[in-house]
Every structure is written in structure tokens, then in C-alpha cells.
Antibody
Framework: QVQLVQSGAEVKKPGASVKVSCKAS????????MHWVRQAPGQGLEWMGRINPNSGGTNYAQKFQGRVTMTRDTSISTAYMELSRLRSDDTAVYYCARLRITMGTHYMDVWGKGTTVTVSS | QSALTQPRSVSGSPGQSVTISCTGTSSDVGGYNYVSWYQQHPGKAPKLMIY???KRPSGVPDRFSGSKSGNTASLTISGLQAEDEADYYCCSYAGSYTPYVFGTGTKVTVL
């Protein structure tokens, strides 16, 4: 079945970087964008950006420009999200979610279970 | 890109209907028919409930319906059930530069 399996929880110190992975299975990896969405404790969902696994092209939310890098390894159907210069307010659950690369498709139909990233000194 | 505006909470008794609004601008909700809605239970990942304003994915009960007028989209849950108690988020396409923006989220309580 279609699933996105994310890497385990991370604890990082302020100023460090974190890299979260999202392994896709059950579908053609290159046929779907991979989006990253985060949710701080008790807060709402926040779109961070997306990567086209086919081309490697990315779009990032302005808020994260310069701090986030999204990459992929098509040989293992895995997408990555790296966030640098971590601050305490980056403490959140980070989700990956797929979105079909088809003109006029704009919804995320499968989500990973989330990766908790805690930033604390 | 600012978050879309949703009411913080709505509530209803079992069997009643509740409607959640999602207000944006002509650059997002009003500019495209690409509003989606997600249900999130505590500690769980979001689940797609509505896409393209009013379409339901396979497996989503027809108690859930969506609509849009101008810059405001709405999600209606008819025949409210206990399992509908969750947080709900709208999301809109907003153009090629910053493609997606989520709503602030609404907690639905079944009384």
C-alpha cells in the first residue's frame, strides 16, 4: 500500500541542523511532489516547501528561504528536508506529504506520520 | 503569505450540522478552485477530507461537503458524529511563487 515512512525523533541544540527523511513506497516516487509541513506544539499546520522528485526543483515558503534545503534520492525513493540554524521555535512535528504532479492537482492525499524535532539547549 | 482565517472552534450535538469557514484573499481562496480540507485527530497526521473545493476522496463519508463563495470557503459536516471531533484545516493553492497556504485551524467539538 501507499505509505510515507519518516525518520525518528530528533533532539538538537540551538544553531544546529536537522535532516529528516521520508521514504515512499507503493507508488511511483517521481510522479508526485513531496511537500513538507510542520506543526509547532498546540499550533496549526505550516507549509514549508516542496520538491519535484523528478527534476529536483524546489519551492520554499519565504519564511524558510535560506534555512531549508529539500533534496531527494530517487534510487531509494526518499525525500529529505534539512533545516539549519535551528531555534527553539523550530520545535515541531514535521510531516511529509505527497501531491501528484499533474496540472490542476493541488491537494496532499497521503501523509507521513510525522517526525518530532525538539530544539533545546 | 498570511494564513487563511478560520474560527478557533465550533461545536454541535450529535446529528446536527456545523459549518467551518476559511477566509482568504483573491490571491488564494478567491483566485482558484483549489481549496482542500484536512481532518486531524490528536497526535495523528492530517487526513484529506475535501479537495478542489467540493470533491470527496474515496472513503470519506458524504456527511462532509465543501463550498466556496468569493474569498471564503466552507466545510459543512452534516449529521455530526462523535468521531468527527477533531481539528480541521483548510488549504488553498496560492500561485506559483508560494504555492500553498493553510488555515489557522478549527477545533470541532461534539457536545
Amino acid at each position: 500500500q501507499v505509505q510515507l515512512v519518516q525518520s525518528g525523533a530528533e533532539v538538537k541544540k540551538p544553531g544546529a541542523s536537522v535532516k529528516v527523511s521520508c521514504k515512499a513506497s507503493g507508488y511511483t516516487f517521481t510522479g508526485y511532489y513531496m511537500h513538507w509541513v510542520r506543526q509547532a506544539p498546540g499550533q496549526g499546520l505550516e507549509w514549508m516547501g516542496r520538491i519535484n522528485p523528478n527534476s529536483g526543483g524546489t519551492n520554499y515558503a519565504q519564511k524558510f528561504q535560506g534555512r531549508v534545503t529539500m533534496t531527494r534520492d530517487t534510487s531509494i525513493s526518499t525525500a529529505y528536508m534539512e533545516l539549519s540554524r535551528l531555534r527553539s521555535d523550530d520545535t515541531a512535528v514535521y510531516y511529509c506529504a505527497r501531491l501528484r504532479i499533474t496540472m490542476g492537482t493541488h491537494y496532499m492525499d497521503v501523509w507521513g506520520k510525522g517526525t518530532t524535532v525538539t530544539v533545546s539547549s | 503569505q498570511s494564513a487563511l482565517t478560520q474560527p478557533r472552534s465550533v461545536s454541535g450535538s450529535p446529528g446536527q450540522s456545523v459549518t467551518i469557514s476559511c477566509t482568504g484573499t483573491s490571491s488564494d481562496v478567491g483566485g482558484y478552485n483549489y481549496v482542500s480540507w484536512y481532518q486531524q485527530h490528536p497526535g495523528k497526521a492530517p487526513k484529506l477530507m475535501i479537495y478542489d473545493v467540493s470533491k470527496r476522496p474515496s472513503g470519506v463519508p458524504d456527511r462532509f461537503s465543501g463550498s466556496k463563495s468569493g474569498n471564503t470557503a466552507s466545510l459543512t459536516i452534516s449529521g455530526l458524529q462523535a468521531e468527527d471531533e477533531a481539528d480541521y484545516y483548510c488549504c488553498s493553492y496560492a500561485g506559483s511563487y508560494t504555492p500553498y497556504v493553510f488555515g489557522t485551524g478549527t477545533k470541532v467539538t461534539v457536545l
